[in-house]
C-alpha cells in the first residue's frame, strides 16, 4: 500500500498524467481513478503504474497524445 506521505493534493486536469510507482497494485490504480473522477467529473486523465516511457503508443494516442 502506498504510504499516506506519498499522497498529494488532487486537483485533476483535462490531460495530466498521474504516475503511481512501480510497486503500485492495479487496484491502488483503480482507486486513484475512482479519486480523480469524484474529485473532477468527467476530466480525462491517465493513470501510468511505474515509469511514464513504458506506456504504449495506442495509450498515448487515445490519451491525445499524438506522435509527429
Not at 8 to 25: K, M, N, W, Y
Not at 33 to 48: H, L, M, S
Amino acid at each position: 500500500m502506498t504510504p499516506v506521505t506519498d499522497v498529494q493534493r488532487l486537483e485533476p486536469q483535462d490531460g495530466e498524467v498521474f504516475i503511481l510507482p512501480a510497486g503500485a497494485s492495479f487496484e491502488e490504480a483503480e482507486r486513484l481513478c475512482e479519486a480523480i473522477q469524484i474529485a473532477k467529473p468527467g476530466v480525462r486523465a491517465v493513470v501510468v503504474i511505474g515509469e511514464l516511457e513504458h506506456l504504449d503508443q495506442a495509450a498515448m494516442n487515445r490519451a491525445g497524445w499524438y506522435r509527429q
